[in-house]
């Protein structure tokens, strides 16, 4: 068997992630990815203007179960067409079809030597439900290799929770984390991060400033105004988030989104693809 050798960076698509709270952008910020499609899972990608979707008699069309949504990715493994990015939204009602699927698979858990149903992905003991489901994203893994092999860059829209983080060092603090199904060592957010060449933390953070208090003293305030979206592309003790492209030095460590304008939010793609 002979192998290729090269010194030289390879370039080709890539599986990014972009999480952050409901309503800052993440689904209008992916339009400008190149020449993408929304694999919808969760309304809302109904008014994104120039991309694609699937639709149903007028309406769009969101899988009904984790084998339907896979049956759709399969769609641009084994069909023709020119999209070059597929924007999966969101990950959260994944965890949805996957937990459906798992109960629905597993109906009851043996607890006490007695056959017990289960409602949730967390009544199965020991986390076996999460392992279970982390079975599913491995799958899924392979689908975002299947389509890095025809071109085609994947992201994945996400939502984010805040998690009490431990300090060695000094008081326990808030960081936000992709919020996924997780338990112990069986956690979603972990292998896809893992896996993903970018992850972007994005949310809306309002100015604020100084005010006297009526009540004397002086407290701080949001300042009256439109609040600035802003995509962090770098970690923090508030978040991850990284850059694992060819030219990471090509993106910057954050950028400033205005609603107003889509200059910013197209450079942070071209800036991927440098």
């Not at 860059?153 to 008081?171: C, M, Q, R, Y």
């Not at 994005?202 to 208090?213: A, D, L």
């Not at 003293?217 to 978040?239: H, L």
């Amino acid at each position: 068997m002979e192998f290729e050798i090269t010194t030289s960076p390879i370039q080709g698509p890539y599986f990014g992630i972009v999480y952050g709270p409901p309503g800052c952008g993440k689904t209008w910020l992916c339009r400008h990815a190149p020449n993408p499609f929304y694999l919808a899972v969760e309304k809302g990608v109904e008014k994104v203007p120039n991309v694609g979707r699937f639709t149903k008699d007028g309406r769009i069309n969101l899988p009904e179960d984790i084998e339907t949504f896979f049956k759709m990715m399969m769609h641009f493994i084994t069909n023709q067409h020119d999209y070059k990015t597929i924007v999966i939204d969101s990950g959260k009602f994944i965890d949805a079809l996957v937990e459906h699927d798992v109960i629905l698979k597993n109906p009851t858990e043996l607890i006490k030597k007695e056959e017990v149903k289960v409602n949730c992905i967390g009544d199965y003991v020991f986390g076996r439900g999460f392992e279970k489901a982390l079975a599913y994203y491995a799958r899924f893994l392979k689908g975002v290799d299947a389509l890095h092999r025809k071109g085609i860059n994947v992201i994945l829209i996400a939502h984010s929770k805040e998690k009490t983080t431990s300090n060695p060092n000094g008081d326990e603090y808030k960081k936000h984390c992709i919020d996924l199904l997780e338990f112990g060592r069986a956690s979603v957010p972990n292998l896809l991060s893992a896996r993903a060449d970018w992850l972007f933390f994005m949310r809306s953070e309002s100015q604020t400033g100084k005010k006297i208090s009526p009540f004397g003293g002086v407290k701080t305030v949001a300042i009256d105004g439109r609040p600035e979206i802003i995509v962090y592309t770098r970690s923090s003790n508030a978040f991850d988030a990284k850059v694992r492209t060819t030219n990471p030095d090509n993106v910057k460590d954050f950028y400033i989104i205005d609603i107003n304008d889509d200059s910013t939010s197209k450079q942070i793609f071209l800036d991927l693809d440098k």
